[in-house]
């Protein structure tokens, strides 16, 4: 079908204006499926839909621990981009009980996200307190140190930087 009528990779549905891509991740597609709309039309990584959604948000939800790592490799900027809620994909995979693999990975590139709150004033580590999932506890103890660590970083940015060593 792509390679017949390629604007199809751009075309939108509708009611909430989303991409091929999008529909592909709220239907957990496989993984390779999800690897080749994400490579043709790399922008539409980057494309919110009327929620102000990009297809990570969706795979954050729905799909897979290769995915979601898929996407990130892709274009891992989605990582920091918020809904209309204010919702980064980290938040909603924290909410959704996304793998302790996929959490670590988009802390890893985006450190920042562990700080960033909801229009309704959630972090994700307050999300992840409040989420029923197997394994809330590893995830809770893991944003703790991302924090803790995000916390030290800011500080001492404010103070001047980061401490610098002499070499003998």
């Not at 924290?94 to 450190?111: D, H």
């Not at 580590?125 to 409040?130: D, I, M, N, R, V």
Request: hydrophobic share 45%; proline share 5%.
């Amino acid at each position: 079908i792509v390679e017949a009528h390629p604007e199809c990779l751009n075309a939108k549905e509708s009611s909430f204006k989303r991409l091929p891509i999008h529909v592909a991740c709220i239907f957990a597609a496989p993984v390779d499926v999800i690897e080749y709309l994400a490579k043709e039309y790399v922008a539409g990584t980057l494309e919110p839909d009327t929620l102000g959604r990009l297809p990570m948000h969706y795979a954050c939800s729905s799909a897979s621990v290769d995915v979601v790592l898929t996407l990130l490799r892709v274009n891992s900027a989605s990582v920091a981009c918020r809904d209309c809620n204010g919702w980064l994909p980290l938040h909603v995979a924290v909410r959704s009980g996304a793998s302790t693999e996929v959490v670590r990975e988009m802390v890893r590139v985006c450190p920042s996200a562990v700080m960033i709150k909801t229009k309704k004033s959630s972090t994700v580590l307050s999300l992840a307190k409040k989420a029923q999932t197997k394994n809330r506890k590893e995830v809770i103890e893991m944003l703790k140190c991302a924090v803790a660590k995000r916390i030290i970083k800011d500080k001492m940015i404010l103070r001047g930087g980061l401490p610098t060593y002499k070499i003998m």
